[in-house]
């Protein structure tokens, strides 16, 4: 081996990178006979921010002294295919670079932007193994990732995840399992239209690359008001969404207070003979899947679905009008506003400007 080999997880909150990270670390000095390290670095670990996470190995007379994150990575895996079109990912990567894309069974047969030219690309459909095994997405990556690098056996694999969550979480271990071995063996070699999108038109999803103390509007704030608002949370989905059942629906408001990212759409409307706030729908763009709302539903209006079951979203929001508007939320900054239907609605009750 080179004097490391590195692996860099680019990926969102809430599919599991981390953990991996930490799985593939321990592995490289409980089972692979090297010397390891890993960590991750990510902003408030909330569903829907970036993740990146950082793992190096070397021979075990070598000594790992360097603790910085992984520039140019031997290995990138990305754990969901929207965020090849992020501009950080691909730092670094070039022709010594392999990657493994975590892309839904759909896109499979069809080509591949890759922006960069790199050494080779593989995909997997993490996605819908971790559904069909009752696992998760980052075990599916873990097999595939164990498989690409070509010095772990499947068994090293099983072995970390036993010492991992064997005694924690005993009941999801055979699933676990059952996702790292369809992992190892699903992973394939995909050809690639290197080039295709220009890595220049790509916009980058650290604001620190956008933002710095020359050009943000008021030195240091975050021009992202509201956190993930101005975010499209669809990729930190793990195959599952609410489905709105509005017949049902009794318009208490539960699930608004409760959705942290603003996905319902409330506007002024008559229920039962009524002039009240009627829930209108779903905006999926920010929905990230946590199924908090349909938790609180008294009514079952809100049921877990599976996302593949409802291609076209849409038609959960049968108010055209009020889709979300990227526009309106590219406005959204320091000095910025946000022009969702329920708080334009409520602007205008109070006799407000909007
Ligand atoms: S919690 Fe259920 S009943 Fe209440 S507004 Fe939301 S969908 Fe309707
Ligand atoms: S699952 Fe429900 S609570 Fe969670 S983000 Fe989506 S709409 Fe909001």
New binding site residues.
Partial sequence: MEKYYEIRLESIGGLGANLCGKMLGELGIKYLGRNSTSFSSYGSEKTGTPVKGYVRYCDKEKEIRIHSPVIHPDLLAVFHQALLKDKGVWEGCDENTEVIVSIDGGQMEKGLKIPVPVKACHIIDAQQIAIETHSRINMVMLGAIGKVMGFAKLSDLNQICEDALGSKYPDALKGNLEGIRRGFEEVRQKTIDSGVENLQSLKSRDSSREWGYLTAPVGGINPRFGSSVAADLSPSRQGYI?VFIKERCINCGL?DS????M??QFAKGNYKGKEMMVNQG?DYYH???????VDVCPVNALVQGLEAEHPNKEYFLPNQDIIRKPEYYIKAGADGYITSESYLTEKRMEGGEV
């Fill in positions: 609410p699930c409760t959705c942290p990212d996905v319902f779903l929905c990230k899947g946590c199924l908090r709302c």
